[in-house]
């Protein structure tokens, strides 16, 4: 099992139904790996949908948030997610 803190960028593409960024969330998941959610990414993908007003990918971001587990981050904790 491996923990990933997920940045904008890669919940971005989920969002988006890009077929990479699906299929290694789907296996991150099958392998019972800790997917973490900071409060920045939050507010990043939350603002940029609501500014476009996306209702769907605005569920579909929900739905993929509750999924994470949520955590208070540190500097080490961003340079091992800019490498996933």
């Known amino acids: ?3 990933y803190l997920i940045d904008t960028n890669i919940i971005s593409a989920v969002v988006r139904k890009e077929e990479s960024a699906e299929k290694r969330f789907r ?4 392998n019972d790996d800790v997917l973490l959610l900071s409060m920045v990414v939050l507010y990043e993908v939350k603002r940029g949908l609501l500014k ?3 209702k769907k990918q605005t569920a579909a971001f929900e739905h993929l948030a509750s999924q994470f587990a949520w955590c208070d ?3 080490s904790d961003w340079e091992q997610a800019a490498e996933f």
Do not use: G
Request: no cysteine; hydrophobic share 45%.
């Open 1 to 3: 099992m491996t923990t």
């Open 27 to 30: 296996q991150a998941i099958a």
């Open 52 to 54: 476009r007003d996306a």
């Open 73 to 75: 981050t540190i500097r």
